[in-house]
């Protein structure tokens, strides 16, 4: 007789969920080999917190993937199970099939990625197909449920009145937003033949209630684990884009697993729209156990970029005290003593950070942030130019940026009515946006130096205002420093670089121009410190960051 059972998942080669991970522009799907770096995290610390016990040998606990793509979750979980219960359970059939039925779960995000991952874990399409590994199940799905699920229109303002099937008269919204993800209804309204990009798992007021009805009553899920959706249009994370993977580590949560570890965008630490209360919400959370940090995304995953880099945490129920941070370095791990999360709004990635923002934040200074202007400083967005090769007596002088290409024009002073305070000073424009690239990190692109009747679009803050052009000039040998745009890097976790990214950043007596080694000198850092800001940091020329 031929075992179905007895197969080896690793011996493949090649792994086509290796080749799979790197081919979406969608939805981001997780290397087998990251996927593995997460379970071992759980297996490490359900041994610390059970006795030494290993999880795998339990065949009482249970699994979930409430957003799996390609099935590698359930797939490594299934085969670190098999072999860990041979021994109670030594048929090799009916080890596989207790472990199907009682012990791994799933939620597909689309219905291709639930064939997908049926086809991962259950080795065929469907579940109760004769090439199915478990011959148990009744239905195709098995335990990898997927149903379409529509959005929640609410909060639409703009009416048209259509007609159903017989005639009769329907009034329909053509704007409003999802009521569980917030996204636009104008874009994801769909017919049924596209796919809604509506989860079911966060299309759900009560998930436990809707995971007892796919699932059986009672479920109780021991471990949640996977990659989420990052974006609500699937789009690939475009500035029109919204974060929606907040959603799913809450919904994870009110689940109330043991034990919950998710891969997400590490964008939340120090920004990201609408993020705010979510980065709070986390930053507190006592029961994030480890936090592994990985900068640049290609890290973890090869061949994506995600600007700011991902992470996954450990949350553990019964954890109630400090958090392991691991930062990853191009394969290098570098661990951190286990700290509070939330000493300050954002967090910091590293404890050499940490110490240099302590010191700086020691002595109690003013901070920049008050001299920094907000969006669009003048009322003006990006895509203005106002008249390029026009200049009457009294106009206004406007600096932009289109296409990377700076440029000025210029426009009425009577047509300015935002910060008019700024028009006839001395001040600085720093650009809003600059690329981080690799380390070392310029951080900051060029400043202008601009003086009386000199605005700018919203591709630049203004900073200001100072007495004089020297006054100016001094800030700008400041912000110039590589310490300047370190601790302004520590809150810039993307190219854009607001107000708030200035939080951090003192102000200094501009009578005179700064260097690093009198800042070096002035806040007491160490060589270890200075070290690591130079190694971060790259040099500019005065006035060319």
Same mark, same amino acid.
């Given at each position: ?226 990659? !989420?959706?990052?974006?609500? *249009?699937?789009?690939? /994370?475009?500035? $029109? ?5 907040? %959603?799913? &580590? ?126 669009? !400083?003048?009322?003006?967005? *990006?895509?203005?130019? /106002?008249?390029? $090769? ?5 106009? %206004?002088? &406007? ?147």
């Amino acid at each position: 007789m031929v075992e179905k059972a007895a197969f080896s998942l690793k011996q493949r080669n090649p792994d086509v969920l290796t080749s799979i991970a790197n081919l979406s522009n969608d939805e981001v799907f997780t290397p087998p080999s990251f996927a593995n770096q997460m379970l071992d995290t759980i297996e490490e610390a359900w041994a610390k917190d059970n006795d030494g016990a290993i999880i795998w040998e339990d065949k009482d606990v249970t699994f979930l993937d409430p957003f799996t793509k390609s099935g590698v979750f359930l797939r490594e979980i299934t085969s670190r199970l098999t072999r860990g219960l041979e021994k109670q359970i030594p048929d090799a059939q009916e080890r596989v099939n207790h472990i199907l039925t009682k012990q791994v779960f799933g939620v597909a995000i689309t219905e291709l990625t639930a064939l997908l991952a049926r086809r991962s874990v259950y080795c065929s399409k469907h579940a109760n197909g004769k090439h199915s590994i478990c011959d148990e199940f009744d239905t195709p799905e098995g335990n990898i449920w997927f149903e379409r699920t529509e959005h929640t229109w609410a909060g639409g303002k703009e009416k048209v009145i259509t007609v159903d099937d017989n005639g009769n008269e329907i009034e329909n919204y053509l704007d409003g937003k999802c009521g569980f993800c917030g996204a636009p209804k104008r874009l994801l309204d769909r017919d049924s033949d596209l796919e809604t990009y509506a989860y079911g798992f966060i299309h759900s007021g009560d998930i436990r209630l809707t995971m007892d009805e796919k699932f059986g009553s009672d479920m109780k899920f021991d471990v949640v684990v996977g990659n !989420p959706p990052y974006h609500m *249009t699937g789009g690939g /994370g475009g500035s $029109n884009d919204s974060s929606i993977y907040h %959603l799913f &580590v809450q919904q994870a949560k009110a689940l109330e697993p043991r034990m919950l570890t998710m891969v997400i965008p590490s964008r939340w630490i120090a920004g990201g729209r609408g993020l705010d209360s979510f980065r709070q919400e986390m930053l507190s959370d006592r029961s994030i156990r480890k936090f592994v940090d990985f900068p640049s995304a290609k890290d973890a995953f090869p061949g994506q970029k995600i600007e700011g880099g991902v992470c996954y945490f450990l949350w553990d129920s019964s954890h109630t005290g400090d958090c392991e941070v691991i930062m990853m370095r191009e394969g290098i791990a570098t661990r951190q003593a286990p700290r509070k999360l939330d000493e300050f709004d954002v967090l910091v990635r590293d404890e050499l950070s940490l110490s240099v923002l302590r010191k700086t934040l020691n002595k109690s200074e003013d901070s920049i942030v008050e001299m920094v202007s907000g969006d669009t !400083p003048f009322g003006l967005p *990006t895509n203005f130019s /106002g008249r390029t $090769n026009s200049h009457k007596k009294g106009d %206004l002088t &406007v600096h932009f940026t289109k296409h990377g290409k700076r440029g000025v024009s210029y426009l009425e002073n009577e047509a300015v009515s935002k910060n008019r305070q700024l028009i006839d000073g001395w001040k600085v424009f720093v650009p809003e946006a600059y690329g981080i690239g690799a380390s070392p990190q310029q951080v900051l692109g060029k400043p202008i130096v601009a003086g009386p009747g000199e605005i700018c679009t919203q591709s630049f803050l203004v900073v200001g205002l100072f007495k004089d052009e020297e006054t100016a000039g001094n800030f700008v040998a400041y912000l110039s420093s590589r310490f300047f745009r370190f601790l302004v890097s520590l809150r810039k976790i993307s190219q854009h670089a607001l107000k708030a990214t200035y939080t951090w950043a003192p102000i200094q007596d501009f009578s005179k121009p700064w260097t690093d080694a009198e800042l070096y000198a002035k806040y007491k850092l160490d060589q270890d410190e200075i070290e690591f800001i130079e190694s971060m940091i790259r040099p500019v020329e005065l006035g060319d960051a």
